[in-house]
């Protein structure tokens, strides 16, 4: 049987997390979520201690991404070693802060930096740097009781990990227990032929998926095959997190300052009541259809 932990991102809300956004942690948990994403970043702060506490009184799982400012050079897959210096402090201080909120795993790209795009073949020698910092984060992450969870990405935001093959050939690499891989349905579009082989690849080393449409929106009526991500999931996954993942384009919104130029995502609530019961729904049926 499965039994998935739904969840969200607060990009569905807010840009910027502060000291003013405890309510979406109650807001989350009303609309019947069991997980939430806060996004970290040099321009990001607020009062960890709140945070942890009404998460905890809400009975809420807390994940962090470093989805805000976050300094190009801060890159531990680059060829300059004051670069990979720079990334590995950057990389700790947000594990640390993750750790100081409660929260589980800090999910991203942390294997380079989206937007970093070298058009040039990727490198055995970049892969090895790699996976050598990427070992030393993860069991620096296991120390604070937080999963490290990397990100495949699409070749617009990276020529490094593209693929569920690739995030597990890294993984394979780095020889860490406590490195981990989350598949993002949008990134999936243009790096896979077939998304049930994709997530299978993953294996034991699956923590879960960012779940949205082709387009950024609310999933369900788009191209993303959900039959084929849930029957997968039911294999290999059944105690995945399934956090839906978009930017907010309301009135006030942000999406336009992260390339989205469709109204995707109006209100949150309505993207959240919405995607959890499309996804729930499908999970169900397919669950049935399997047993």
Not at 103 to 128: C, D, F, M, T, W
Request: charged letters at 25%.
């Amino acid at each position: 049987m499965t039994s998935y932990k739904y969840g969200a991102h607060q990009f569905l809300w807010v840009e910027h997390w502060t000291n003013d956004c405890l309510y979406i942690l109650d807001e989350a948990r009303e609309l019947g979520l069991d997980s939430f994403e806060i996004s970290l970043g040099d321009d990001i702060n607020f009062n960890p201690v709140p945070v942890r506490k009404r998460a905890g009184e809400l009975g809420l799982e807390l994940t962090v991404g470093p989805g805000n400012n976050w300094p190009m050079e801060c890159d531990i897959s680059s060829d300059s070693v004051e670069n990979q210096r720079l990334g590995m402090e950057w990389h700790r201080l947000v594990l640390e802060r993750a750790a100081d909120i409660g929260a589980v795993a800090y999910i991203g790209a942390s294997y380079g930096h989206p937007g970093n795009v070298l058009r040039q073949p990727r490198k055995y020698s970049e892969l090895e740097r790699i996976a050598q910092n990427l070992y030393q984060l993860a069991e620096y992450a296991g120390s604070l009781n937080v999963k490290l969870v990397i990100e495949p990405m699409s070749h617009f935001r990276t020529h490094l990990i593209h693929s569920a093959q690739d995030a597990v050939d890294l993984v394979s690499m780095v020889r860490s227990t406590n490195l981990y891989i989350n598949l993002d349905t949008y990134h999936m579009i243009t790096e896979e032929r077939h998304y049930a082989n994709a997530i299978r690849t993953c294996g034991n080393a699956l923590w879960g998926i960012h779940a949205c449409e082709s387009d950024r929106g609310v999933p369900g009526g788009g191209l993303v095959p959900w039959d084929d991500v849930f029957k997968s999931l039911a294999d290999v996954g059944p105690d995945a997190r399934i956090l839906m993942e978009s930017y907010n384009t309301g009135k006030g919104g942000f999406g336009l300052t992260r390339g989205i130029f469709k109204d995707v995502c109006p209100d949150a609530t309505d993207f959240v009541k919405n995607g959890l019961e499309f996804l729930k729904q499908r999970a169900e049926a397919v669950q049935q259809r399997i047993t």
